[in-house]
């Protein structure tokens, strides 16, 4: 149970850093909200559903890059300032490792939850239907940002992040595809060792 402990203790330390003069509160609340209803429902369903600890680590990992886009705003992390000028990009492109964990972790889930409920009889549907779940919440959180904006005009405008590229929400969706095939071509193994630890 330990190792659980530090998980929370390693979130809480993480959120509470990136609520320290973030770029302004409006969007670092819009930004971190998801991992905080994570951590609620991932706490309440803790004894009727333990996900491996891979799945909460790389679920950590994504609420830390959360913390960060929130604490700067997606378009204005220092290091990806600096990965702009020496790449030549002209943008900020730190969204997209956010878009690809948007993609990647939601996968994990995903496959976790059918795998171990049953949910399919044939394994070869897995991928599909882990993409579709991932590729559908990516596009819901770009009807989300769009709403956002919409409602609040330019104070929406950090969440929205599309740094005046016209195809941002296409290439953010995208990029969550992209993290959902990754993580089942290169971790499907891995979690399945840890799925059949539980089972011993």
Known sequence: ??????????YLAGLLLSAVQPHDYFTWILEVFPAIIGLLILLFSFKSFRFTYLTYFFILL??????????????????????????H????????VG?????????MIA???????????????????????CGTISL?????EWLVS?????AGDSFLGTQGDVWDTQSDMLFAIIGAVSMILLFSKWQDKAVG????
């Open 1 to 10: 149970m330990k190792k659980y402990y530090l998980l929370v203790l390693l």
């Open 62 to 87: 994504h609420c830390y890059i959360l913390f960060i886009g929130g604490h700067y705003t997606y378009a204005l992390v220092p290091a990806f300032d600096w990965v702009k000028e020496v790449l």
């Open 89 to 96: 990009q002209s943008r900020n492109n730190y969204d997209k």
């Open 99 to 107: 878009h690809f964990f948007q993609g990647f972790v939601p996968a």
């Open 111 to 133: 496959r976790e939850l059918l795998i171990r409920k049953q949910v399919i009889n044939k394994k070869g549907w897995t991928a599909f239907l882990v993409i579709s779940i």
């Open 140 to 144: 819901m959180y770009e009807l989300l």
């Open 150 to 154: 919409v409602s609040s005009g330019s």
């Open 197 to 200: 630890r539980l089972k011993n």
